[in-house]
């Protein structure tokens, strides 16, 4: 070693540097934001510019055919939040959203045990659970909304053949709600099941033949190995449940397709999103509509924050619960190692 | 604006008037299908219009056009489109306009090519002159040419009405339902008549008699100033409460609008009444093949209307200004509501013709499949009767909204027995003052 201080060697090196020296110089500091410049420029063009683009129109007295109107600051929002219409389009979201999401994670659950199993043509009902996933939304709102026909659908005449009274699928709230859920449901569960299925196949089966020496039945091993061991699973396909159940708009537009008011005769399955683009493409309103596109960003980073605790929390849990196992054992391990041979255990903690 | 030489070339084919034969000076090879560019025009259409298999034979005439046309079920999603495109790109060269959002339409007329650039003066002359008048922006610009208008007459179920003991023949029909008087308390009792008959309902849902109630008028949802003319109108409120009667007289078969069960409710004897405008009578023979039916299901069609001459809807073919070939969609605009076409479109779907012209052509007054469905009805010569008298009502920017959004959710609940009507006159005032103002 020289005994060259650094800040000299840093000057003379500068004078010195050919251009080759400085391209390659320049080439270590700045390339990599070259590199990874294509995402933020896209991110930039359609997911920055379109935001505050949304933004601006927000404040904005702005409608669909005229254009940008007066400046209006945030009375826009002011009067979504004081518009009964606006909590009646959360209450629809949400309430499809628990309605579809609960059975669907529930059954995705089940069939993903089912499939789990040692069963004949395992490849076939795997595609088959999926394939209601390769039908569009589209051509799922129409069957369904033909099943769901109040005075011509399947659903209606198997009641009457019951004896039952139908149902007013297309004029009721609860019953929309209902029968907008299922087309969720038939779309996604096979989907869900799916992911679920390939969690359950990294579960070590050792921990399984254990279990069953220690004559824990089926159930038992399912309700104690299976579940725990596929949290981390679960909790990404309950976010991604919640990001699609809150933008739900395909199935409540389609369902009652050839009505003019979009979302049930009473606006009793218009949800949020199909509430904007009533508001921006029938009532020409664009500044509200941009208004509550914002609101909703707001209500869905909210939930993502919530779900980000919850699964920090797990995740943190899980930790802590390892760690305190280690430290037992560890514990266990050197009280006995103390009372026989302690250089032993020096040694190995060495390591 | 630069005119190519195919342009030109084509302008000649189209022999539209003087402008294409100036233009033609400097194309020496102008002729039938000459043009050396290939052009596609698009366009948007809605509902049944009758207009799908003229293409073939413009794009036969014009080698170098391609059409490549879009339908779109119904007129309110076809409202929904225009709206969704006009705000951000991707209009059509040629969109059809319904004449009910001609009042959002003109409020943004400068984005639709004055068609008096190519020619529109020289031929305006073909239409009822109100037509052309609702196509006419307040500062004189033609946006549009008149496809069809829609005069009302009534479809009924000769074989459903023999079956109530009523009258089944079309004159007795007329009759029946007062001839050159007939009036609404006139039809409401027929309905109950045929409802202590039969206990049927007599028509589908509420909402289309109210449509053509308030198209009679003079004034509709907005008064000829421009303001609303819905809140204290004693005149459609009364009307309203009628309707209400009639629904809890078991009248209404509460059917979902262009729905109908997939046309099943036109074939099952669920109505026997269907307030019929020219371009409806296309809608109703669709529904009733969809539903498995066919001529001997009994549908006709009455020399009458209740409350007199109503015109409900018609459309207009604009070219909007983002069109990279406006000559050539003016062109093709033209030909479509030339007289020989609409006659064509008529036979097609039933849409009565707005052209002169094309009115007392055989073709319309004479036989057709859609003769052959109503039970042999000269329906050409019927809407040509109806046609006489009609007045163009005023419509104002929201006149779509208030009918589908306003008026929609209210009527629903009335025709569901779900509320009275009071409650729902006050529900529709409500929304009213929600959504407009």
Redesign the interface.
Known sequence: MTTTSPATRASTSKSALSLRQRLNRADVKYSPYVYVAPFFILFGLVGLFPLVYTFVVSLNDWD???GAGDWVGFDNYAIELADP?FWNSLFNTFSIFLLSAIPQLIAATFIAAVLDQNLRGKSFWRLSVLLPYVVTPAAVALIFS?IF????GLVNNLLGSLGLDPV?W??DTFPGHFAIATMVNWRWTGYNALILLAAMQAVPTDLYESAALDGAGRIRRFFSITLPSIRPTFIFVLITATIGGLQIFTEPKLF?A????PGG???QFETTTLYIW?MA????R?GRAAAIAFILLVIIVLIGLVNYFLSKGIATNETKVSRRRAAKRLERHRAAGRAAVPASIEIQQER | MKFSRRTAAVAVVASTASLALVLSGCSSDGGSGNGDEKITLTITTFGTMGLDGLYAQYEADHPNITIKATNIDTGGNALTDWKTKQASGGLPDIQAVEEGWLGSVMEVSDSFTDLRDYGADDIKDRWVDWKVGQATDPDGRIIGYGTDIGPQGLCYNGKLFEAAGLPSDREGVAELFGGADASWDKFFEVGKTYHDATGKAFYDQSGFIWNSFVNQQEEGYYKKDGSLNIEGNKTLENFWMQLADAQKAGLSANQAQWDWGGGQAFVDGTFAVFVCPGWMLGVVKGQVEAGGGDATSGWDFADVFPGGASNWGGSFLTVPTSSKHPKEAAELADWLTQAKQEVASFQAAGAFPSVLEAQTDPGVTGESELTKFFNNAPVGEILASRAEGVVAQFKGPDDALIQEQVVGPARTALDAGSADGPTSWNTLIDTLHQLIG
């Open positions: 669909l055919l005229k219409w033909s026909s109040e005075q011509y007013l297309k004029h009652d050839t009505r003019a008011t005769a009473y606006h009533n493409f029938n009532q020409d664009f």
